[in-house]
């Protein structure tokens, strides 16, 4: 049974910084992709950033630059590190994951955690 984890989210001012993380288990974590979505109700989920088995990652554009996905397959944890933070990323963010050997998460979620950032 997959399971996912998040922690880290909380309140911090426009231009503080915050990290998120998740623990997965029920998974050969290695082999799979992750990723972190975010949502804001009424709107869609959007990919914020993922991570490939090899390490390769994928942005969101308003993040980049800000936001940095890493992944610690010793640990079966993935994190990601949001600086410069601002109002607009306020959300409830979620850890994903794919298939085995898919190239994309998307298919497993955690239950979010909440990152409000205030002006």
């Known amino acids: 049974q997959v399971q996912l984890v998040e922690s880290g989210g909380g309140l911090v001012q426009d231009g503080g910084s915050l990290r998120l993380s998740c623990a997965a288990s029920?998974?050969?974590?290695?082999?799979?992709?992750m990723g972190w979505y975010r949502q804001v109700p009424g709107r869609q989920r959007e990919l914020v950033a993922d991570i490939t088995r090899a390490g390769g990652t994928n942005y969101l554009d308003s993040v980049k630059g800000r936001f940095t996905i890493s992944r610690d397959n010793a640990k079966n944890t993935v994190h990601l590190e949001m600086n410069a933070l601002k109002p607009e990323d306020t959300a409830v963010y979620y850890c994903?994951?794919?298939?085995?050997?898919?190239?994309?998460?998307?298919?497993?979620w955690g239950q979010g955690t909440q990152v409000t950032v205030s002006s």
């Open positions: 029920g998974i050969i974590f290695s082999i799979h992709a």
């Open positions: 994903s994951t794919g298939r085995p050997w898919d190239s994309k998460p998307g298919i497993y």
